[in-house]
T-cell receptor, first 115, second 116 residues
């Protein structure tokens, strides 16, 4: 069975600090996808990134970066120089690679960035 | 807009009432998913359609939950005889489908259901 664990329930940082959100996953599949979504107070889930299990190259997009380590089954997300607008709940998710399959989500990490 | 839309955004029902929640996916998206998100939790899968075919309904919590997508576009999630434990946000997502490489699911704003 697939499982995603986000051990940090809530994190609070001061604006401009860097923050890392942890994600650990479990799957028996050898091919799978990992995702991060942002859920602002409005409630809509916003897609941030998708990685497949064959691509362990870290990715950077502006202030966002992702560290995928298959050896530790982790897919951590770092926000550099955090801003108040980054305040949201962030979800890590996992899906099988073949076809359209449901996402298995973690419980989310609520990030509060204080001005 | 071009995103996934859901209606109503908020629904209050008395216990025992039937409710119907609507999802309009992104035009041309073959795949449609329903998820249930309880307060403080991550979304949990309910059911999945490919066009009008319901390919997976393993996540539906009881036979009071029913979903349909008769013409392969708009979908309706119906809950009969609502119970307090049905209170949650119901999220709809769509994706291109068809085995395409980029198959991100795009989510709607959700319907917040409160059962009194």
């Amino acid at each position: 069975a697939q499982k995603v664990t986000q051990a940090q329930t809530e994190i609070s940082v001061v604006e401009k600090e860097d923050v890392t959100l942890d994600c650990v996953y479990e799957t028996r599949d050898t091919t799978y996808y990992l995702f991060w979504y942002k859920q602002p107070p409005s409630g809509e889930l916003v897609f941030l990134i998708r990685r497949n299990s064959f691509d362990e190259q870290n990715e950077i997009s502006g202030r966002y970066s992702w560290n995928f380590q298959k050896s530790t089954s982790s897919f951590n997300f770092t926000i550099t120089a955090s801003q108040v607008v980054d305040s949201a709940v962030y979800f890590c998710a996992l899906s099988e690679a073949m076809g359209n399959t449901p996402l298995v989500f973690g419980k989310g990490t609520r990030l509060s960035v204080i001005a | 807009g071009a995103g996934v839309s859901q209606s109503p955004r908020y629904k209050v029902a008395k216990r025992g009432q039937d409710v119907a929640l609507r999802c309009d996916p992104i035009s041309g998206h073959v795949s449609l998913f329903w998820y249930q998100q309880a307060l403080g939790q991550g979304p949990e899968f309910l059911t999945y359609f490919q066009n009008e075919a319901q390919l997976d309904k393993s996540g539906l919590p009881s036979d009071r939950f029913f979903a349909e997508r008769p013409e392969g576009s708009v979908s309706t999630l119906k809950i009969q005889r609502t119970q307090q434990e049905d209170s949650a946000v119901y999220l709809c997502a769509s994706s291109l489908g068809g085995g395409r490489a980029r198959n991100e699911q795009f989510f709607g704003p959700g319907t917040r259901l409160t059962v009194l």
